[in-house]
């Protein structure tokens, strides 16, 4: 069955560097999705992309985040200088048209 | 504001009992409601879609209602077993939002053999 692959799975970084988090997700869905969780917390939405633009963004989604689509293949999560609360497990989630959402196992981000 | 609220406390149910979980929201409008399960250190894996127009929903041993006069889901496992010991999460699609969902926290699900 085919899955959302995520990369690295563990992200351990410096404040104020830059990361860049990978997904793949399943091959014929056209919309994409960026959440994170926060140990213990809800899983809180982030951006959806579809058909090469940013549809929705919430507002911790600021301007230090950004997402692109740099081939047919990948979806990226870039925060450009990260922030001690910036520590979260994110998750990218990808849909065929819209409406049921597939998660990926999500990557562990660490920010010291 | 809107609200998700799902049972925050661990629901502990016998092996072979049927599980109920409950998600309630308020200020709110979905095209549809999803129920997810959620592993410790693991993805949001999708279990059920339920509709505005949609009552019940099943898909073997679960059975998602939906109630938009009350604002509540109702989300059952019949015949649990251990392996279904898990968070099961509900989220909402909000209308004319670029399909985001917003979570529930969750409830936590034990089930002993």
């Known amino acids: 069955e085919p899955e959302v692959t995520q990369t690295p799975s563990h992200q351990v970084t410096q404040m104020g560097q830059e990361v860049i988090l990978r997904c793949v997700p399943i091959?014929?869905?056209?919309?994409f999705y960026w959440y994170r969780q926060i140990l213990g917390q809800k899983v809180e939405f982030l951006v959806s992309?579809?058909?090469?633009?940013?549809?929705?963004k919430s507002e911790i989604f600021d301007d230090q985040f950004s997402v692109e689509r740099p081939d047919g293949s990948n979806f990226t999560l870039k925060i450009r200088s990260t922030k001690l609360e910036d520590s979260a497990m994110y998750f990218c989630?990808?849909?065929?048209?819209?409406?049921?959402?597939?998660f990926g196992p999500g990557t562990r981000l660490l920010v010291l | 504001s809107q609200k998700i609220e799902q049972n925050s406390e661990a629901l502990n149910i016998q092996e072979g009992k049927t599980a109920t979980l409950t998600c309630n929201y308020t200020?709110?409008?979905?095209?549809?409601l999803q129920w997810y399960r959620q592993d410790p250190g693991r993805g949001p894996v999708f279990l059920l879609l339920?509709?505005?127009?949609?009552k019940e929903k099943r898909k073997e041993r679960l059975k998602v209602t939906f109630d938009t006069t009350l604002k509540q889901s109702l989300f059952h496992i019949t015949a649990s077993q251990p392996a279904d010991s898990a968070t099961y999460l509900c989220?909402?699609?909000?209308?004319?939002?670029?399909?985001?969902?917003?979570f529930g926290g969750g409830t936590r699900l034990m089930v002993k053999p």
């Open positions: 989630a990808s849909s065929e048209w819209g409406e049921t959402q597939y």
């Open positions: 091959s014929n869905h056209l919309y």
């Open positions: 992309f579809y058909n090469n633009e940013i549809s929705e």
């Open positions: 200020n709110y409008s979905p095209a549809y």
């Open positions: 339920i509709r505005e127009n949609e």
């Open positions: 989220a909402l699609d909000r209308q004319n939002a670029g399909n985001m969902l917003t």
